[in-house]
């Protein structure tokens, strides 16, 4: 078995956490037959996984949240400017995570226009369904 010989800074052990999200979020949309595109880079153009069906294409942002509290408050991370259409949160505590629309001011993350879901392929292609 391979052992880790070298172990991450702080720094890139949370940014190689928060991107294992957005590829997760791409796996389980490839799977569910969208076309999945990820931008070389995502500064500014607060776009983590862009998806198409062929027809129309549609920008998600990927959010990990280090908290289990699920009536925690969410602040938009954006602008009214900002193409965005869904946003995904996901907690590095516990099993879930919340399909969204683009919102403008804070609210709770059990808002009744967020969806809820398990962090497995069948829960949140059924979430994900629904948004």
Not at 21 to 47: C, I, M, N
Not at 53 to 77: A, C, W
Not at 95 to 116: F, Q, V
Request: hydrophobic fraction near 35%.
């Amino acid at each position: 078995m391979p052992v880790k010989s070298k172990l991450l800074s702080k720094q890139a052990r949370e940014y190689y956490e928060n991107t294992s999200f957005e590829h997760l979020v791409s796996t389980w949309l490839q799977r569910d037959g969208w076309e999945v595109f990820a931008p070389y880079v995502d500064h500014g153009a607060k776009t983590d996984v862009l998806i198409s069906d062929g027809n129309h294409f549609y920008r998600i942002q990927v959010k990990s949240l280090d908290t289990s509290d699920e009536n925690i408050v969410v602040n938009p991370m954006w602008s009214e400017e900002d193409d965005i259409d869904y946003v995904i949160y996901f907690s590095k505590k516990a099993d879930w995570g919340y399909i969204t629309p683009k919102y403008s001011a804070r609210r709770k993350l059990k808002h009744p226009e967020h969806i809820r879901f398990h962090q497995q392929a069948k829960n949140f292609k059924k979430a994900f369904d629904k948004a």
